[in-house]
């Protein structure tokens, strides 16, 4: 069974870093390009970041360029989102994807990911 477990979500002051892990299991997916997305209470699911299968490209949301990072470890099958100066409108629960194929792009639209975790609760006070 494909599995993939977000961690590292919590509540933090406006400023504040976080990072979050993804773990794969069940297979790997060092040849596929995975992402972070987003929802806030209310609100549609929303693009964050992604990254190639080799880390060789990413791709951000303009809302948190500059801010967050996104990496990854294909020998630990773990994607990776650290999160800086964090806002209050950071806040939802976040939600990495990994995609089917392989070596395809790292893409900004949830419908190109066809394996999702479960979500991992951020919440950021001011």
């Known amino acids: 069974q494909v599995q993939l477990v977000e961690s590292g979500g919590g509540l933090v002051q406006a400023g504040d870093s976080l990072r979050l892990s993804c773990a794969a299991s069940g297979r790997t997916f060092s040849k596929n390009a995975m992402g972070w997305f987003r929802q806030a209470a209310g609100k549609e699911r929303e693009f964050v970041g992604a990254?190639?299968?080799?880390?060789?490209?990413?791709n951000y949301a303009d809302s948190v360029k500059g801010r967050f990072t996104i990496s990854r470890d294909n020998a630990r099958n773990t994607l990776y989102l650290q999160m800086n100066d964090l806002k209050r409108e950071d806040t939802a629960v976040y939600y990495c994807a990994a995609k089917s194929a392989y070596f395809g792009p790292p893409e900004n639209y949830a419908g190109a990911y066809s394996y999702w975790g479960q979500g991992t609760q951020v919440t950021v006070s001011s």
């Open positions: 990254i190639a299968w080799n880390g060789g490209s990413t």
